[in-house]
């Protein structure tokens, strides 16, 4: 599917998956990204819905997502949240889902581990890197530095004493 | 296959290996035929001439180079591996007062021959050397000056 | 004392399970790779990996970089397909200024690419004969990826850490006795590697060790992540250079090599027929690289429109991608670098449970780790 | 105290009976046999590398002295001159015990082999039976210096030698009987004197070569090396058994697995390609018969050492259960089915005889 067949079936999930009902009026499911410029179509979903899409995503027969090439843990100043790239093998078509979550001091997003097993070295490093805590994860530990290292150096607002400042 | 196929096939194979490494065993045995190591301090290196040593700084017979302080390599570097003490002076031809180069500062122990300071340069004063004689016992001798006391900027490099 | 009247199965038979760490300093992880093993005797019950060892913070160290400075760093990624890497950053920036390279650039690019990923392979080929105690494969390797070495040298000036591509073309214009090296490896490469084929390939007890070791499926591989020769062993169509064509790929004809069997014996099968496949490539744009600049006119200080940008390409290791998120300054906000390595490293730990120790070795160097590709 | 004693009681009993000078020349060939083998033991690895050199496409070692020769002299006094090393957690004793008896073993079964006729330091009437058993002690040695540096790479070695040591020990039995059968004695000298006309590789035409191959691959095994280098595996257990091992310590463990490769080289020429003697008598006239006698013997040595680094430089390693099939499935019926065959055609006298 292209991007904008992509774009127009997703929207028709708002009214034929069975946890819609749970959703606020004001909250839409896939919020696509226009001000993205990208060859593939960006969506953000709410956090609440997250897993249940990200399953959903999978299992669908018109859309079969089950090659999640890259996971990349973002910082965006204020919120903290993942990008997700899914890719299907079968149809070959690409959707960039990004979930994000306000809260800095412990920041939960549900494991997609038991989806995509890539996810496990991968939202390990995210946790070890940018601090985001992945609830269900089977072994969620530290996975470059060493254990006892403080803070999380992808943070925006991480500081290191060691850091070279540059001109 | 049967049992004694199998004994068979398995000699046959292992002997098909054994005439590859055979094969360049005996001649090498000789003749040294296919031996392809280079012995290096008794053979001199193959070096091309694009191959990146070292930055250096070209001078010419006159002990004048090109550089004329711009700082656009220290910018380009991404290791901040150059440094430029610049200085002003007295140009002695025209009376006006002039920044120039006091010392480039060239860090090669911390260089990743990425070449983009001699891309950046706008007066190609800085160049790659093939030389890669550069161990040394003191880290310090890592750090070099590259252009030669009392050189001076070529004329008509600025305009 | 009663006699012990209960019957045994086997399973009270089992020994007790223990771990064995392997590595960081091990010869057969080729780095600072540690696995921590819970082994039962010889047989591989369990892997965990522990990485970090080589970690450098590249992902971060980018972050106060400018777009140019960016390459050289990615260099050190997969040091063996270093070139590739470098044309990743090179191809996201381009896209993300929306650049159109001169064909010369795209042809350049495209023929590097390819002598770098045999050259990788070749690499690979010698020290996997080393992991299962072929000494000899290595020199023989070398002896080959030497001449690639060398075209590599009069051109880029390197012979590992290229930094050969900048944005908009690459750094410099191709060496005079490029084409008529090239020409020369062509046939020497079509000579020795059926060479290697006699020496390992058919060895009998070579192929006991690989026929049937290591299984990973299909729906595995993919489930994992795995990309590249891993995946193709596999039978997943994941090229790149087929899927997402980049550079010069959409114009010249090469087959995605693909093994349906997925185990050792087909990894190793698939990076054995892409050498012949990269030596195609390159004899089908070795007589016609067009005439053109080698670089494009490109701003000193690059800046990225604010935005996201993507670009994957097959290296000799699998699917390599950029991720550059730029909010419009001269530095990224934030870059991922997708390494094959770690989705590898993922599938690894399915493919490697339940085989014994020497196995594990072997399947190791058929999913062929570079561990700074790993740990960036 | 008690020590001295005995020894005091050993030596008076050697002197009552043979008289001191007896004891003295005794020892002073002990001497010479054990530095010969020493030397030996250095130039063979310089022989492995220097091939090694050339099927890599190599030169090999050729800085030390004339052609390299010197090389492994200046390695061996590097090794001497290294920190002999004991892991904390060591079990001292068994750990130093260990490279003791793996070089013992190595030595004492040097003793009958005959290098030309009268040449050799023990001839008697069950010598290869004591080849096979001193052969045998060696993996001792192995297990127990493993089992002592308390690492795990190491006991997984030394556990791989004991399998394979048990297991290929059965197969080199049956080649070695199938000689025995032609040969009708288990005396060394016998068994050269009995090819007095044809070796016993041609004297038995196919069962002796199909055990001709048999001892070569179990004889393979025996030494540790490629394609059977599981117990040491330097890409799979790092260096095996002697990996917490330094200086003297490897260096006697090394010196050991090249003085064993040559105990089975040497014994597969006495068994098989005639021992000292000269293909069709060509040197049989000429004077100082036991100096042809060494060189014929010692050539016919480097022929199948040479034949074993091919296999070294050429093979992958074997893996541990395809190690087994191929002792149980393979090597062990073919070898019975083969005594039996060589049986029946000693029974019927069906060897060839030249000459």
């Known amino acids: 599917m292209t991007a904008e067949e992509l774009k127009n079936y997703l929207q028709t999930w708002d009214d034929s998956l069975e946890f819609i009902e749970e959703i ?24 609440s819905h997250f897993k249940g899409i990200m399953r959903h995503l999978k299992a669908d027969e018109k859309t079969s997502f089950d090659y999640l090439f890259n996971m990349t843990g973002m910082d965006w100043g204020q919120e903290l949240g993942v990008i997700y790239h899914l890719e299907s093998t079968r149809h070959g078509h690409i959707l960039v889902v990004r979930v994000r979550t306000a809260d800095r001091e412990n920041p939960e997003i549900p494991t997609v581990e038991d989806i995509w097993k890539t996810a496990h070295l991968h939202e390990r490093e995210i946790f070890d890197l940018l601090g985001i805590r992945f609830t269900g994860h089977s072994n969620l530990k530290r996975i470059f530095l060493t254990p006892d290292f403080q803070g999380h150096p992808l943070r925006k607002d991480y500081e290191d004493d060691y850091m070279i400042l540059r001109k | 296959m049967t049992y004694l196929g199998k004994i068979l096939y398995g000699i046959k194979t292992l002997w098909t290996g054994m005439k590859v490494t055979g094969g360049y065993f005996f001649p090498n045995i000789t003749r040294k035929k ?74 090669l122990s911390m260089c990743t021959m990425c070449s983009l300071c001699i891309q950046a340069c706008p007066t190609n004063a800085i160049m790659w050397s093939t030389n890669f004689h550069n161990a040394t016992y003191d880290r310090g001798l890592l750090t070099k000056v590259l252009n030669k006391p009392g050189s001076k900027l070529m004329a008509g490099v600025e305009e | 004392m009663e006699p012990n009247t209960q019957i045994l199965s086997t399973e009270d038979l089992r020994s007790q399970e223990y771990f064995l760490n392997m590595g960081p300093q091990h010869p057969a992880t080729h780095g600072v790779l540690r696995l921590l093993l819970t082994m039962d005797g010889e047989i591989v019950k369990n ?45 996201a920036i381009e896209k993300a200024l929306e650049v159109e390279v001169s064909d010369r650039i795209k042809v350049i690019r495209t023929m590097m690419d390819e002598l770098t990923r045999i050259a990788s392979h070749l690499l690979w080929w010698g020290v996997m004969g080393m992991d299962i105690g072929a000494l000899t494969t290595f020199m023989y390797a070398f002896r080959d990826r030497e001449m690639i070495n060398e075209i590599m040298e009069k051109t880029t000036g390197a012979r590992l850490t290229m930094s050969y591509n900048i944005p908009g073309g690459v750094m410099f214009d191709l060496h005079p006795d490029f084409v008529k090296d090239v020409k020369a490896f062509i046939p020497h490469m079509r000579k020795v590697l059926p060479e290697y084929d006699r020496l390992l390939t058919g060895n009998i007890i070579f192929q006991r060790r690989m026929k049937g070791v290591g299984y990973l499926s299909a729906e595995d591989a993919v489930s994992h992540g795995a990309s590249g020769p891993v995946a193709r062993g ?142 960036r | 105290m008690m020590n001295m004693l005995s020894i005091n ?78 892991p904390k957690m060591a079990d001292k004793l068994l750990y130093k015990a260990g490279y003791y008896i793996v070089i013992i073993a190595a030595l004492l079964a040097l003793a009958v082999i005959p290098f030309a006729r009268q040449i050799q330091a023990l001839d008697f009437n069950v010598g ?53 059968l032609m040969a009708g004695t288990l005396k060394m000298t016998g068994i050269v004197e009995a090819q007095k006309h044809t070796w016993f590789l041609f004297q038995g035409h196919l069962p002796a070569i199909i055990a001709f191959m048999i001892f070569l691959i179990s004889g393979t095994a025996e030494t540790n090396r490629v394609p059977f280098d599981l117990v040491e595996g330097e890409s799979e257990l790092g260096a095996g058994f002697h990996t917490e091992y330094s200086g003297m310590g490897f260096a006697f463990f090394f010196l050991a697995e090249f003085i064993n490769m040559f105990i089975i080289s040497a014994l597969g020429a006495t068994l098989f390609l005639g021992g000292w003697l000269a293909p069709f008598g060509i040197t049989d006239g000429l004077p100082a018969q036991w100096l042809w006698g060494m060189i014929w013997f010692l050539l016919k040595v480097f022929v199948l050492i040479f034949l074993l680094m091919w296999f070294r430089w050429t093979f992958p390693r074997i893996r541990i259960d395809q190690l087994l099939t191929l002792e149980w499935k393979y090597l062990l019926p073919v070898g019975l089915v083969n005594t039996v065959i060589m049986a029946w055609i000693v029974w019927k006298d069906w060897l060839i005889h030249l000459g």
């Open chain 4, 128 to 180: 290869l039976f004591f080849i096979s058993a001193v052969s045998s002690v060696g993996v001792l040695g192995i297990l127990i210096g493993a089992w002592g540096s308390r690492n795990k790479y190491s006991l997984i070695g030394a556990m791989r030698s004991g399998l394979q040591m048990i297991s290929y020990e059965l197969s080199a039995g049956f080649a070695i009987i199938a000689v025995v």
């Open chain 3, 47 to 91: 892997i965990e990996p522990d990485l970090g060892y080589i970690h450098r913070g590249i992902e971060k160290m980018v972050e106060y970089d400018t777009y140019r400075q960016i390459i050289h760093v990615t260099d050190r990624l997969d040091y063996l397909s270093s070139h590739i890497n470098n044309e990743a950053v090179a191809l």
């Open chain 1, 24 to 47: 606020p009026e004001d909250v839409a499911l896939f919020a696509a990204l226009e001000d993205v410029p990208s060859e593939w179509l960006n969506v953000e979903v709410p956090l």
């Open chain 2, 34 to 107: 296919y031996v392809i190591t280079r012995q290096y301090p008794d053979e001199p290196a193959v070096v091309f001439p694009r191959f990146k040593g070292e930055v250096v700084m070209w001078h010419n017979e006159n002990n004048e180079h090109r550089c004329t302080g711009c700082q656009a390599c220290e910018i380009a570097c991404p290791n901040g591996s150059i440094e430029i003490i610049w200085k002003r002076e007295v140009d002695p031809e025209t009376g006006k007062k002039k920044k120039m180069i006091d010392q480039h500062i060239y860090h």
């Open chain 4, 9 to 86: 009681i050993f030596q008076n009993w050697l002197e009552q009976t043979h008289g001191i000078w007896y004891v003295l020349v005794l020892a002073g060939i002990a001497a010479i046999y054990l530095g010969f083998f020493a030397v030996a033991g250095l130039m063979l690895v310089y022989l492995e590398r220097r091939v090694a050199g050339y099927f890599q496409l190599r030169l090999g070692p050729n800085r030390v002295g004339p052609w390299g020769l010197l090389q492994t002299i200046a390695d061996a006094l590097k090794l001497v001159s290294k920190e002999i090393f004991i």
């Open chain 3, 234 to 375: 596999s039978g997943v169509r994941c090229d790149i250079r087929k899927k997402a064509p980049y550079s010069a790929y959409d114009r010249v004809k090469f087959d995605e090599i693909i093994e349906t069997g997925g185990d050792n014996l087909a990894r190793y099968q698939v990076r054995m027929r892409e050498m012949y496949e990269s030596l195609n490539i390159l004899e089908q744009l070795v007589d016609n690289i067009p005439e053109g600049p080698y670089q494009m006119p490109m701003r000193t200080l690059i800046k990225l429109p604010k935005g996201e940008f993507y670009q994957r390409v097959e290296t000799a290791r699998g699917e390599f991608g950029v991720f550059i998120v730029s909010d419009g300054k001269k530095n990224p906000y934030r870059v991922k670098f997708r390494s094959p390595g770690l989705s590898n490293l993922n599938a690894l730990i399915q493919a490697g449970r339940g085989v014994k120790l020497a196995d594990l070795v072997a399947i190791m160097s058929t999913f062929d780790f570079v561990i700074p590709d790993i740990d």
